[in-house]
Structures are given as structure tokens and as C-alpha cells.
């Protein structure tokens, strides 16, 4: 029963994903890569939190973490505390961050820094 609720919420997601990557410049597969290359730590920062501020999907941090291919929920949390400090120092940041939320969602209604 609850794989069952959790498929469209993953199908869904999954669609939320493609957008937010073409919107990051980014392929699903490199976001998911293993490497620590800056433009990929970005990638996977915005991701997390276009993905877990985003209350219809329901997703928790656990389930973020599977789907970007990172460890586990504390990962997710070390992620979106790092993306809230960067986007206070630097309003580039903010501004890439708004810009992918407008081409996922069309509106910053889940944009909240």
C-alpha cells in the first residue's frame, strides 16, 4: 500500500526534476555524479530545495537524498543550511535561485530563503 502512494509523488518529482535541471543547465545524470565540482555542488543545492520546498510533493529529506543520489537527510540539511548562508552573502545566488524556481514552477511561491 504505501509504495503505492509513493509512486506518483516520485513520478511527479521526477517531472519537477527534468524542469529544474534544464533550468540549472544541468543533466539529471551529472547532478547524481559523485564529484565536487562547484557548478554540480550548485546544481545539487538549488535541486534539494526545489525539491523539498515544495509542499504538494511531499517529499522528506530522506527521500530527497535518494533522489539526488546523495547520502542520507543530514546531507539534505548540510545542503539547504549552505544554499540559505550563500544566498544571504551572495545575492547571485539568490538570483539563480529564483530563476530556476520561475522556469520550474512558474512562480516564487516556494522561493522562501
Given at each position: ?22 533550468a ?28 523539498y ?24 540539511i ?36
Amino acid at each position: 500500500m504505501l509504495e503505492e502512494a509513493k509512486a506518483p509523488i516520485f513520478k511527479d518529482a521526477q517531472q519537477i526534476i527534468d524542469r529544474a535541471c534544464m533550468a540549472i543547465g544541468l543533466t539529471y545524470k551529472d547532478i547524481k555524479k559523485r564529484s565536487r565540482r562547484p557548478q554540480l555542488v550548485e546544481g545539487r543545492m538549488i535541486l534539494a530545495h526545489v525539491l523539498y520546498s515544495n509542499p504538494a510533493l511531499g517529499l522528506a529529506l530522506a527521500d530527497v537524498a535518494e533522489l539526488i543520489g546523495l547520502g542520507d537527510h543530514t546531507t539534505i540539511i548540510h545542503l539547504l543550511k549552505k544554499l540559505t548562508n550563500f544566498c544571504e552573502v551572495y545575492p547571485e545566488y539568490r538570483d539563480r535561485l529564483e530563476y530556476v524556481h520561475m522556469n520550474t514552477y512558474e512562480s516564487l511561491v516556494f522561493c522562501k530563503i
